[in-house]
């Protein structure tokens, strides 16, 4: 069973760019959470989303940051107009739906390093 | 709002020691869930343990245990009989119970060196 994948692992960027971030959770994953990872830090939440909703994205910038999860096809983390801020470690988590309110553990991916020009 | 701290920015240990690495949070939820995250140099985070709140047995997992103090809201994490492998940057992490807000909040972590 594949884990979480992300690509690209490393990205780089020039100011004013974009960028975009994909995310396949693993097998049987229905939920998928996007952290940032600034240098020397903890992991930030970011977003949470299920197939075609946005769940909670209290933690994503209000601008430039926006995040979906369609219906085919992994999850998207898309970064417009870069900024040398943006700078991180993105990672995206996935964990199953137990259909009985509990939580599950997030796996997460390798990361991809956005670097910022 | 709750908050995880990790008072140990850096520790190290020698192979085939013990080492204890210490967390501490802030929540006033009486269920919750705490996690240990491993992230090696290659900067995948591995996740180590896992202990939910309602269970005061402490989780173990081969050469790694918790000791989950939950008056004092403390969750360290033991490793025994160290491994070269054992070098990454461990991360202590909360949840709150499905229903309530599912993201994780991470400590700032503890570099931690094991030597030969």
């Known amino acids: 069973n594949a884990g979480v994948m992300q690509n690209p692992r490393h990205l780089v960027r020039r100011r004013g760019q974009e960028a975009r971030l994909r995310c396949s959770p693993m097998k049987g994953h229905s939920h998928v959470y996007w952290y940032r990872q600034l240098p020397e830090e903890g992991l930030k939440f970011m977003v949470y989303l299920q197939k075609e909703n946005i769940i909670d994205e209290s933690g994503m910038p209000k601008e430039r940051f926006s995040a979906e999860f369609p219906k085919e096809g992994p999850s998207i983390l898309r970064i417009q107009q870069v900024v040398r801020g943006d700078s991180a470690a993105y990672f995206c988590?996935?964990?199953?739906?137990?259909?009985?309110?509990?939580?599950?553990?997030?796996?997460f991916g390798p990361g991809t390093r956005l670097l910022v020009l | 709002a709750q908050t995880v701290t990790q008072s140990q920015p850096e520790m190290s240990v020698q192979e085939a020691e013990t080492v204890t690495l210490s967390c501490t949070y802030d929540t006033s939820e009486s269920n919750y869930y705490l996690f240990w995250y491993k992230q090696p140099p290659s900067r995948q985070m591995i996740l180590v343990i896992r202990q939910e709140a309602y269970k005061q047995q402490n989780a173990t997992e081969n050469r790694f245990s918790v000791n989950f103090q939950k008056a004092a809201k403390s969750f360290s994490l033991k490793i025994s009989d160290s491994q070269l492998g054992d070098t990454a940057m461990y991360f202590c992490?909360?949840?709150?119970?499905?229903?309530?807000?599912?993201?994780?909040?991470f400590g700032k972590g503890t570099t931690l060196s094991v030597s030969s």
């Open positions: 992490a909360f949840m709150k119970p499905a229903g309530a807000g599912t993201a994780l909040i």
């Open positions: 988590a996935s964990s199953p739906s137990t259909g009985k309110g509990l939580t599950e553990t997030q796996y």
